[in-house]
């Protein structure tokens, strides 16, 4: 009885309308899942619930219906599945993430191993309010990482070769933020403009427009929901090794900071973030 208990209190099992049955929320960072993975949700789906699942908006998948009964059986089965039960409560949740550069022709970064590698280290982890995490590869955000308690976006920052430019113009056609004009002949970027897309550098027939940043911008502190709000930003680095551990910053400085009951985007000047960011920044810098 204690250990069925234990599984009903789990974030991923969320009693539903009919305080009866329950959903059980699975495990998937970045929406990864094998095909063998998913035949094996099907036929727990089947066997225990009603036989659907439901895909959430954090790419993850629900199993619906379930009778408290099952849970145990239900939780073993998704272990051996590959695919456990996820989180949903205070806690950090399953880590979202677009296709990155596995697929992505816009993407700048490795979004999928960065959001596994994240995942290994901090999902589940109890907090006092709930952490999500969304990584996009490029500054479309797909996975909108500004609306998200941390925000991970992949950018490049484009220098033009000199002298090379032929002024053909494709940048220009291609340049969503009109960053970039054509004036003598050449190609001129207004960086005040310019979102770090990369969408110029790769546009450019002759190669002439090269990659002279590429690096990771973290923010802190958004949200979705009924009143949305941007996140701030923290600081930008130069590799997945460095996001991971200031991401653990993040969790830690939150974990012994910030109060339960208010979302992090309404107390991040209470549990001072701008201390929290000189400190981060300093750091970086050493």
């Not at 059980?24 to 727990?44: D, F, M, N, T």
């Not at 700048?108 to 999500?132: C, Y």
Request: net charge positive.
């Amino acid at each position: 009885m204690y250990k069925e208990f234990g599984v009903h209190m789990k974030g991923g099992v969320i009693t539903e309308r009919n305080s009866d049955l329950c959903t059980v929320r699975i495990r998937l960072p970045a929406g990864k899942i094998s095909v063998e993975q998913l035949r094996g949700i099907a036929l727990i789906a089947k066997k225990y619930g009603s036989g659907v699942v439901h895909c959430t908006t954090r790419q993850s998948i629900e199993i619906p219906h379930i009778l408290p009964s099952s849970l145990l059986k239900i939780e073993k089965a998704l272990e051996k599945n590959g695919t456990p039960i996820g989180s949903e409560r205070d806690e950090v949740v399953n880590i979202l993430a677009c296709p990155g550069i596995e697929r992505c022709k816009f993407a700048n970064i490795d979004t999928i191993t960065l959001a596994q590698n994240i995942d290994s280290k901090l999902f589940g982890k109890e907090m006092p309010v709930k952490i999500r995490i969304a990584i996009s590869g490029c500054p479309n955000a797909c996975t909108s990482p500004m609306l998200n308690e941390i925000g991970i976006m992949g950018r490049v920052r484009p220098v033009r070769l000199p002298g090379e430019c032929t002024g053909c113009g494709t940048c220009v056609q291609y340049c969503k933020e009109n960053a970039i004009l054509i004036k003598n002949g050449i190609s001129v970027l207004d960086p005040k403009k310019c979102v770090q897309c990369g969408v110029c550098i790769q546009s450019c027939p002759f190669d002439i427009i090269q990659a002279e940043h590429r690096h990771y911008l973290i923010l802190v502190g958004g949200r979705r929901g009924r009143h949305p709000h941007i996140g701030r930003e923290l600081v930008s680095v130069e590799n997945a090794d460095q996001v991971i551990s200031i991401v653990e910053k993040i969790v830690t400085w939150v974990f012994r900071r910030a109060w339960s009951g208010r979302l992090l985007s309404d107390q991040m000047d209470d549990i001072q973030f701008e201390k929290f960011k000189d400190e981060i920044v300093k750091n970086i810098k050493k």
